[in-house]
């Protein structure tokens, strides 16, 4: 219906427009108009309400009667806009509208109350002021269909409450009381639930115990982002870590509020929507105060019918199978962030560079961690255990009579000298909790050095200085590998190692380009594995390759450690990865899994990982059938002393030696060559047991 008002109201309202438009903060914009609540009208300047007053005496329309106001930007035109449920419906319904055409001085007035298929409004929370009450529930809502790709189609497919219908069900998704929830009926198009791949766990998720065994969950809060059926979360907060867990079908109340640690695990591969996978992750990576970590399903896990860029399983979820490149990269891409791998399909992002390289020095200092389990208390910067043999040597040191000084504070030196040992130098009043207390009770650092009962303690110092040099060293090496960016924050720690250990800044640098370097180069990595293997670190075969366990990773010399840091970036070293094997001829790092390593006296190679730095290229090798798998000989050679059972495998390999059974330590022959051999030999093994038969 149309009406016309006088000339002279048409002309005041042509001559307010476009000042009062001008003043338009906020609101929703779509295209080419702003949509704005009758509520955010009356909190702008006086002369946006004015104007639509006016508006609405031209059009006759009382006050109350309409909700909305919508403007042309580019046209003069004032729409106003009737949902009586606006507050009461998660997508209310337009009644009536009355649009006028401003330049024509007409008003065209559209009644949609009795219509099947009226228009409806999304995203509500634009329409309001920031402070509004109904804000945040309204945001929630959105960002809950946002998830589930809700949004990911042309305003038109959406608009109108037919479609919007059809959108939901095709999602299979429904919205009550302001929450998203899935349904469980299978939806009819795409038929994707992804909320079905969420297991029930009996432990922690790997990328939880990651952030245990590096300490980042240590007095940090915990947010898990697609939490699942929240059984991480309950752990948690069961041994006293304050977390709470967000799951848009399992826990869609629980509000998604920042935390220190956020984990998004194992969400992005069950998403098949491109934006929606985005979306989670830049909606984790936004709450995230210190760190987030991303875990992922590999590549070559499981199969089912081609969907977008993953599979749809029998079950109707999704899977993405990202490679470990393509994780790094869609990361990085997505938050503008470099990654730092951590394991296969595990990496943590890190909210400030500060972060990312004290993580990173601290991953240098610390590569031997607890692999056998969590320990949820486990220290922010785990001390390297002392070595057995610098055990012995201090219980074999005599001590000469106790000083008073130390007798006195026994528990205060032994701190600070673990802290002196721990960082290869004199701790600086910041780097040592009890700093003033030592300095109260014994005077000074020179005092507390003069008042340790041990002879040797300027050795065992320097000694672990050259042991903080490698890893700074390592460290500022493969920072320069990665080229990152962050590197330009080097904590103060890292800092004072540098100045401590290599002089300035650029001298560091210069001596950590050579070390990397020296990675590219055979015969410098010749020297290193021969001094590894003069060390007792690993074993060195006839070819020149080297083999080490995965424990004695952080003692190997520095370009050892640097060429398999390299190897990391290309793939992260599998979580039951035993023995490392460095092929210096071919510039080869090799990733090698046993069955069963820790308790076997034979492990059998089940798995094994070749990353190529040559050629840049990361090869599994074909597994042989099991009977055909071939044993490890002389294990004893491969672990330190301070293995489990080190003795009795030790006894076990002089034995089997002795009577021929093999001849060189390493990879041999499968077990059921050895078997036959043995047999030939008149001898069978049980356990540790070698037998002669009868
Ligand atoms: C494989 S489960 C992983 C659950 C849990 N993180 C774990 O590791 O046990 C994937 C979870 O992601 C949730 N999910 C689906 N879409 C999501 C989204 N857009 N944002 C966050 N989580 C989502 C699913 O509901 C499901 O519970």
Not at 118 to 131: F, N, Q, W
Not at 174 to 191: A, F, K, M, N, Y
Not at 420 to 441: H, K, N, S
Not at 610 to 621: C, I, P, T
């Amino acid at each position: 219906m149309k009406s016309l008002a006088d000339a002279a109201s048409w002309t005041a309202l042509r001559e307010a427009y476009t000042a009062a438009v001008a003043l338009i903060g906020g609101g929703k914009r779509v295209a080419d108009h702003s949509y704005l609540h009758v509520s955010l009208v009356q909190e702008h300047d006086g002369a946006l309400e004015q104007l639509v007053a006016q508006a609405a005496a031209l059009a006759t329309v009382t006050d109350g009667a309409f909700d909305v106001v919508r403007f042309g930007r580019r046209t003069p035109e004032i729409a106003l806009l009737a949902y009586p449920r606006f507050f009461d419906e998660p997508f209310p319904a337009l009644a009536c509208s009355w649009r006028l055409d401003i330049l024509k001085g007409e008003v065209i007035r559209t009644d949609f109350a009795d219509r099947n298929n009226p228009p409806i409004l999304h995203r509500k929370e634009l329409l309001l002021s920031d402070e509004h009450p109904r804000r945040p529930e309204f945001e929630a809502l959105t960002r809950g269909l946002e998830d589930y790709g809700a949004f990911d189609r042309p305003s038109w497919l959406i608009g109108t409450r037919a479609a919007w219908a059809a959108v939901l069900d095709d999602l299979g998704l429904r919205v009550d009381d302001g929450h998203v929830l899935v349904t469980e009926q299978p939806p009819s198009s795409p038929q994707i639930q992804r909320h079905r791949t969420a297991i029930a766990r009996s432990k922690l998720s790997a990328p939880m115990q990651a952030l245990a065994r590096w300490g980042l969950l240590k007095n940090a809060t915990v947010l898990d982002y697609g939490c699942g059926r929240g059984d991480d979360v309950r752990a948690l907060v069961q041994a006293g870590i304050p977390a709470i867990g967000w799951d848009p079908h399992f826990a869609p109340d629980v509000p998604r509020e920042p935390a220190d640690v956020v984990n998004l695990g194992f969400v992005l591969n069950v998403i098949e929507n491109p934006a929606a996978r985005c979306r989670a992750l830049e909606g984790a990576y936004s709450l995230v105060g210190h760190v987030l970590s991303v875990a992922v399903m590999l590549e070559g896990k499981g199969t089912g019918r081609a969907h977008g860029d993953g599979v749809v399983t029998k079950r109707q979820t999704f899977q993405k199978y990202f490679s470990q490149a393509e994780i790094s990269r869609y990361v990085a891409d997505v938050l503008g962030r470099e990654p730092v791998p951590v394991a296969p399909g595990l990496l943590f992002v890190f909210r400030t560079d500060e972060a990312e390289q004290s993580f990173l020095a601290c991953k240098q200092r610390s590569a031997v961690l607890d692999r056998d389990g969590l320990d949820l208390a486990f220290p922010a910067a785990p001390r390297p255990a002392r070595s057995a043999s610098e055990r012995k040597r201090r219980a074999a040191e005599p001590r000469p009579p106790k000083p008073s000084a130390y007798e006195a504070n026994r528990d205060l030196l032994e701190a600070w000298w673990s802290a002196c040992l721990e960082m290869g130098r004199v701790p600086d009043p910041d780097e040592f909790d009890d700093y003033d207390t030592l300095i109260d009770a014994v005077g000074s650092a020179k005092r507390a050095f003069a008042a340790l009962p041990y002879p040797n303690r300027d050795t065992q110092l320097a000694e672990a200085a050259d042991r903080r040099r490698g890893d700074v060293t390592v460290y500022l090496a493969l920072n320069l590998f990665e080229r990152r960016r962050s590197m330009t924050a080097l904590p103060p720690t890292v800092q004072r190692d540098i100045k401590a250990f290599l002089g300035s800044h650029k001298a560091a640098l210069e001596h950590a380009k050579a070390a990397l370097f020296a990675v590219g180069a055979s015969e410098r990595l010749t020297e290193a594995v021969d001094s590894g293997a003069a060390a007792g670190l690993g074993v060195k075969a006839a070819d020149g390759d080297y083999t080490f366990h995965i424990d004695n990773l952080s003692r190997q010399p520095p370009p050892i450690r640097i060429m398999v840091g390299c190897a990391e970036r290309l793939e992260p070293i599998p979580e039951d990865c035993d023995l490392i094997k460095i092929h210096p001829a071919e510039g080869r790092v090799s990733f090698l899994m046993f069955d069963d390593f820790l308790n076997k006296p034979l492990p059998t190679l089940r798995r094994r990982l070749s990353v190529n730095l040559r050629k840049l290229r990361v090869q599994e090798g074909e597994p042989d059938p099991p009977e055909h798998r071939r044993l490890l000989f002389g294990k004893s050679r491969f672990v330190n002393q301070g293995f489990p059972r080190y003795d009795t495998q030790a006894r076990f390999d002089e034995r089997i030696k002795a009577v021929g059974a093999y001849f060189t330590e390493g990879l041999g022959v499968s077990q059921v060559t050895l078997t036959s051999r043995l047999i030939t030999a008149g001898i069978t093994l049980n356990g540790y047991k070698v037998l002669r038969l009868k």
